[in-house]
């Protein structure tokens, strides 16, 4: 069994959609969460990230975590067709210091204009 | 501000054959970490530098190695080629100040092993 679980997709919205991209995991060591949006052939950007269980909204972006279910959402809601990359959900024991980053598979977006 | 820059953006090998891949880091940032990226997968994390020295290693043979320059810079090494090294090799920096760390991840290599 893989420590993160995320759906590849891909996942097909209309423009103007909320959409819901989700990851599990089963290592309670993780602390900090992350997630990242990565274009086609290009490094992960950074989202999002937070340390602890409940929401922290950045505009149009929304990341839930439940530590208790071992269950991490990002929520985007107005999509863009400027949203369509692959989400990276990510995870790490600790904020600081040595920092191994465990990360799911990728969820592709595709926002239909 | 630049970025983390990463060289070359492209290459292709033989199997067999050995890669030097090169990263700069931000400017600042005093930590360095290679992942590599196999295709519809997620970055699989191969090794941390802080200050010259390995932090920590993923689960990748010895084949791989990497090292760190006074100027913060890293390169990684892969020797004996496999075809399953074929794949996006990202670098990530990050500040190193044992508080938050964001890393922050470079454009990546990607390297084609035939």
């Known amino acids: 069994q893989k420590e993160v679980e995320q759906d590849p997709g891909p996942l097909s919205v209309p423009e103007g959609a909320i959409v819901s991209l989700n990851c599990t995991y089963s290592?309670?060591?993780?602390?900090?969460f992350m997630w990242y949006r990565q274009y086609s052939r290009k490094g992960p950007e950074l989202l999002m990230y937070?340390?602890?269980?409940g929401n922290k909204e950045d505009g149009r972006f929304t990341a839930q975590v439940d530590k208790s279910s071992k269950y991490i959402s990002l929520f985007i809601r107005d999509s863009q067709p400027s949203d369509s990359a692959t989400y990276l959900c990510?995870?790490?024991?600790?904020?600081?210091?040595?920092?191994?980053?465990?990360f799911g598979t990728g969820t592709k977006l595709q926002v239909i204009p | 501000d630049a970025g983390v820059t990463q060289s070359p953006t492209h290459l292709i090998k033989t199997r067999g054959q050995h890669v030097t891949l090169r990263c700069s880091p931000i400017?600042?940032?005093?930590?360095v970490s290679w992942y590599q990226q196999v295709l519809g997968q997620g970055p699989q994390f191969i090794f941390q530098?802080?200050?010259?020295?390995?932090?920590g290693r993923g689960n990748f043979p010895d084949r791989f190695s990497a090292r760190q320059f006074p100027n913060y810079s890293s390169e990684l090494n892969v020797n004996a080629l496999l075809l399953g090294d074929s794949a996006l090799y990202l670098c990530?920096?990050?500040?190193?100040?044992?508080?938050?760390?964001?890393?922050?991840f470079g454009p990546g290599t990607r390297l084609l092993v035939l």
């Open positions: 990530a920096s990050s500040l190193a100040r044992g508080q938050q760390e964001t890393q922050y």
């Open positions: 290592n309670s060591a993780f602390q900090y």
């Open positions: 937070t340390y602890s269980s």
């Open positions: 990510a995870m790490s024991p600790n904020s600081g210091g040595y920092q191994k980053v465990t």
């Open positions: 400017s600042g940032h005093k930590s």
């Open positions: 530098y802080y200050e010259k020295e390995e932090r």
